[in-house]
């Protein structure tokens, strides 16, 4: 028997009895006498005391211990002379009678303290010792409750837990597929799921009436900081619903978790927002409404004042952050520089300072009169001791400067609060976008979103007008998850297909089994996928997905720790009939 | 709005209510002046009548449905004159007021009943209608449940679910590996994982004490009847266990499975038996203990009568079959044309029958006298109405012929009951096993496996005599999963990973990062996964597992119903640098 109690149980009622630990070697601390080892396991420490009621022997292997050895400890439960209220176990000690080394360590290429010193690329190559520290199990354990009680919500809503196929089959729309060679049908693949986009349909078709998973998804795109080729989704599908019907199923999902994790009851409805609205606002369509600085748009009123930039712009707009009128040169510099960065790509920044006295001060103090940047300060909303910035330019390029604009405000101002949450539904997004490559339109979310029913007519004359009857939960600016009611009648995704470009046949090949299903009794029905790397990321008050996976990829989307992908036997690829290109 | 209530849920006491259905139509009966509907959906079936108070319109719109239209009706809900007490819902029904046809629907392939007309290609093409089917749903409610039952236990026995990677390293030991060719790092490939075993074994490195996952894994295997390329696993790992700790876990989530599920209390423990002893008394390492009819080793008694096949035989063994005496000679050549059939391959059966006025009669009656068959009887227990069945030949394929033939008997008497259920642990199997292919040992389960301590010096003498400290559920005569406790000491490992044939730089390249894990503080663990779809069949009462998977695929690893695996564009092949050999 490895233990009669975890590291982490012990208290003062256990004392004077004889208990059994196992765990890792978290410290050894000599106080000549005495000798105090700190034994770890994933549900505390506890401490063990060596003194001069230890037998020699036991004395003697403690001195052989490093970091990290794993033992066996029997001894007796003791009261502490000085009590350590931090810790949990911290009322008691364990007098040690026997020890047992179960593995020993090498020292470890990094410490295992909630601060390590080891390197990104060290603590991924070891990600087993990493998972050691304290912050990222508690990441992983937190991922753990939040699976269990996602499933025992929805599980307590009637929905079915169902597990849709892993090797199913590559379609060109959309990101790119992983692709699987098969064996026994040589020259075919499988592909994995981007989603279970379809099968969940087919699951409705079916009558499964509610249906979710959590479950893995795969996309082979290049990979930014917050991506992963593989990636967790929770996965649902209601049918007999309208937009409404889902909006509350998974606000009450919100709000479950909400309550049950973090202990927030939030007791207003989530506010909706429609997507035009959220882009004139914010300038994005994941705004963070944990604080307002709303954009006011300046177009019109600053016109014909001999300021190229302006005069020029098919949009002009600003935001006010208060109390920053006192901002320095260098600090208005920064912000210049700010937007000038490639990747946010604004020509320049004008500000006007709000001063206490009533008077402006602008970088455009030469084309404005102090009347001037009045009217603008009260169209904003200004007041003394405010700052208010301005960009100027083609229209979506600047309302996404001035979205990245207002969100380094809400850093540098502290509104960013990781301990408040703004949970946002957008909804009525446009169901077309434009592809310039291309020249043809593809669908906002995927083609099998519903239009709304008013703006059908808009197909044939305004098709990038149509919105969609789809919509986005965002939480702090995070893009959590999102949605739609589907199309479940087979006339509309045909027509659906000719507009997105598809011809009858490709349509039929890639789809066919979807819109075959739709002739055979297809009831109304739509859902929403969420995240979930990103919730419990976001719970976590993480800024990356990384450290919420056990063994993530790096950018390059490899393992380092078991080294993968890498080179197969000839052997492997001739059953396959593939062969390398050099 | 499209319901107020669903299709399985209205009683008696919601007489006098407006209520809003939707859901298919599973049939229309029309009687003179009245038709009844029945209305489907997942939750149950409820009647609708047409009368002479139905508006006139809504008549006609009857006129129009067919079976598995989609509609949403609109009624009062009334007292039926005659009672079903049947359904759930028989005691009222529906006075339809109004009627929206939210869908239409082709007449289906086949029957949406029950019983269904269509065959099995039919129906796996068109699985979306099979679904629909109340058995099929049933099991795939069964298998919701089930899988929510067991996360409820294990999360109560503070295991933690944790996802492990899809995109793992393909290796060349045991089955055959799914890859994947990335894109981003040319020429390279990922793999699926057969199962998570070595990340649950690191996962115990990082000290998750308590692991486990409900998770999907990969053959690339030639199909069986019961297997598919892509299975569901419950993968499971512990700390600091020894094998009864890890058999005491189990039998507590089968025993919840047990009495949540199947409402049954198993009282005692699950009894034990060594993998040789399983052999012996059953000849197969999966025994159907559901019933007795263990077999008798005649070998000593029945040589030197001058029977050359017996005389020549290393084995020979018999089955006593209770009150089959009465055997016609057709009943017994059938019995005969089993044994030979060429799966099972014996050589012939020999007969005795336990007459009622103690005499036997026996195929091998020339060599044998009355006498030599009374000791036979005697030692197989046999009275007078049994019968007796005799195989010999090389003991490894006679004991495997024997089993087919025992189970066969058990079959023809009617002691394989389905809802009996009798679990057994079969432990001690053997660590190795010889490959006379390779000519070299392979690990019976998986190199990870830990040998007995005892039986350690036997690796030098005689290593097929080696125990390992593995263990398998089984039920009913399935294999419903097994495990070992692993390996933690990395010298012992990289002596196993020798014993097995492996070159230092294969074991290093393969498995390198578990054995440098294991130099890092690796506690003692060991764990199991069971096969959840073999579970939830085994529960469902069926024989094959293909009914409790949503979307199969057939034996050549097709999914018929979306087509796939399919041709790729050559763009995809070209970005991964590969090639089709023709």
Not at 384 to 393: F, K, R, S
Not at 513 to 537: C, E, I, N, Q, T
Request: hydrophobic share 35%; proline share 4%; net charge negative.
């Amino acid at each position: 028997m490895y233990r009669t109690h975890t590291c982490g149980e012990l208290r003062i009622e256990h004392v004077g009895q004889e208990v059994v630990l196992s765990g890792w070697i978290q410290g050894v601390r000599n106080l000549g006498g005495m000798t105090f080892l700190t034994l770890r396991d994933r549900y505390g420490l506890t401490q063990i005391v060596i003194d001069d009621n230890t037998p020699e022997e036991l004395k003697k292997q403690v001195e052989e211990l490093g970091r990290e050895f794993v033992v066996k400890i029997t001894g007796e439960v003791i009261e502490r002379s000085s009590k350590n209220s931090k810790m949990p176990t911290g009322d008691i000690e364990i007098g040690a009678k026997e020890l047992v080394v179960l593995n020993k360590s090498e020292i470890p290429p990094f410490t295992i303290e909630d601060e390590t010193d080891g390197g990104d690329e060290l603590r991924m190559k070891y990600r087993y010792m990493d998972l050691r520290r304290n912050p990222v199990r508690k990441n992983l354990e937190l991922r753990h409750r939040m699976g269990q009680e996602i499933r025992k919500y929805l599980d307590g809503e009637m929905f079915m837990e169902i597990e849709t196929p892993y090797l199913i089959k590559s379609t060109p729309e959309g990101a790119r597929d992983f692709i699987v060679p098969s064996r026994m049908n040589q020259g075919e693949f499988y592909a994995l799921p981007q989603s279970p986009q379809t099968f969940k349909q087919l699951l409705m078709v079916s009558g499964f009436d509610r249906y979710f998973q959590i479950v893995k998804c795969f996309r082979d795109e290049d990979l930014r900081a917050d991506r992963q080729p593989e990636f967790t989704q929770i996965d649902c599908e209601m049918s007999f619903v309208d937009q409404d019907d889902v909006l509350n199923m998974f606000e009450g999902l919100a709000n479950h978790l909400f309550k049950v994790i973090k202990g927030i009851e939030i007791k207003e409805k989530f506010p909706q927002m429609p997507y035009s609205e959220a882009m004139e606002k914010y300038g994005s369509d994941k705004p963070d409404i944990r604080f307002d600085m709303q954009f006011v748009n300046l177009t019109d009123i600053v016109k014909g004042n001999n300021f190229v930039v302006f005069d020029t712009a098919e949009y002009v707009g600003g935001i006010c952050a208060q109390a920053c009128g006192n901002y320095t040169r260098k600090q208005l510099d920064k912000l210049t520089d700010f937007v000038r960065k490639p990747q946010i790509g604004a020509r320049g920044l004008v500000y006007v300072k709000c001063n206490e006295d009533g008077s402006f001060k602008s970088s455009a103090d030469k084309f404005f009169s102090q009347e001037d940047l009045k009217v603008w300060a009260e169209k904003m909303n200004a007041k003394a001791g405010d700052l208010i910035l301005v960009l100027a330019g083609e229209k979506a390029h600047t309302l996404n400067a001035l979205s990245e604009l207002r969100l380094e405000m809400g850093e540098q101002l502290g509104l960013k609060d990781k301990n408040k949450f703004a949970p946002l539904w957008v909804v009525d997004f446009p169901l077309l976008e434009w592809d310039e490559d291309n020249k043809r339109f593809h669908a906002m979310h995927h083609p099998f979103t519903s239009p709304k029913a008013e703006d059908i007519h808009l197909f044939e004359t305004d098709p990038g007008k149509v919105r969609a009857n789809a919509y986005d939960l965002v939480i702090n600016g995070v893009e959590i998850g999102g949605g739609s009611i589907r199309i479940h009648d087979d006339k509309l995704q045909q027509d659906m297909f000719k507009h997105l470009g598809f011809s009858e046949e490709e349509a039929k090949e890639q789809f066919g089994f979807l819109m075959d299903a739709f002739k055979y009794g297809a009831p109304p029905h739509g859902g929403a996928a969420f995240g979930f790397d990103r919730w419990v990321s976001l719970f976590a008050g993480l800024d990356s997905i990384r450290d919420v996976i056990a063994f993530p990829k790096n950018n390059s989307g490899r393992d380092v720790m078991i080294d993968s992908p890498s080179a197969v036997d000839n052997k492997q690829l001739d059953e396959l009939s593939l062969k390398l290109k050099k």
